[in-house]
């Protein structure tokens, strides 16, 4: 028997409850995320975020396509926002796009022939070392979808009171040796304590410098030789 539906009844539906806030740095504007959370009816507060893309509640978003995850990988850079998303408890690095282009095998085309071990070690150094966990998704309107659900949580707001993080003299003279091809934090730290200044590392011959880092020494040394 067919349920009867009461038309007179007093019980009205409960209002579809509207998406929440989404504050967002200004250069993700030209996303497709973008796009995705507008079709999807949300408020989006544009503004110039110091650190991280996406802050959704007390949840700040660093979003790298895959591309961008590879080649600021590459550059170090990511370490340095990572380094700097740190200053929000709650923190997340979203990777978008692993259904279009595979993380591994891409890898291997990049200058200085990335092993794809290198990136997973790298995975690893982010949740290990950062403690930041890592979302993937297929697309941008997934990354839509997962801000959208995570929205949903009953948080108080992030602070938008963080900043790029200083770094001591120490930690900038070993972020300029670590912007050289296959140069990581440990080789920095060795040429550092043997040489003790930019200066000396700089004028230094190959011989002296492979026998602190090996066969790095190579490329570093055409590097600082090099023209521009």
């Not at 995320?33 to 991280?52: H, M, P, Q, T, W």
């Not at 740190?86 to 997340?92: E, S, V």
Request: charged share 35%; aromatic share 8%.
């Amino acid at each position: 028997m067919k349920q009867i539906l009461d038309i007179f009844s007093k019980t009205k539906p409960k209002p579809k409850e509207p998406p929440g806030k989404v504050v967002m740095d200004y250069r993700e504007k030209n996303s497709l995320v973008y796009s995705s959370l507008v079709n999807l009816g949300f408020e989006i507060d544009i503004r110039e975020l110091k650190v991280a893309d996406y802050l959704v509640n007390d949840v700040a978003i660093e979003r790298k396509t895959v591309s961008d995850f590879l080649s600021s990988m590459i550059s170090k850079h990511l370490s340095k926002q990572l380094e700097e998303l740190r200053q929000y408890k709650n923190r997340l690095l979203l990777i978008e796009g692993v259904e279009e282009r595979e993380l591994y095998s891409d890898s291997r085309f990049f200058d200085g022939g990335m092993h794809p071990n290198a990136v997973r070690g790298f995975l690893l150094s982010i949740v290990l070392k950062y403690k930041t966990p890592i979302i993937f998704t297929k697309n941008s309107e997934d990354t839509a979808s997962f801000i959208s659900v995570l929205s949903k949580r009953k948080e108080k707001e992030a602070s938008l009171n963080v900043s790029k993080k200083h770094l001591d003299k120490k930690e900038r003279m070993q972020f300029i040796l670590e912007s050289f091809p296959n140069i990581g934090p440990k080789s920095a730290k060795k040429l550092l304590e043997h040489f003790r200044s930019l200066k000396n590392i700089f004028n230094a011959r190959q011989e002296e410098l492979e026998k602190i880092i090996g066969s790095k020494a190579e490329i570093m040394k055409k590097i600082i030789d090099g023209d521009y």
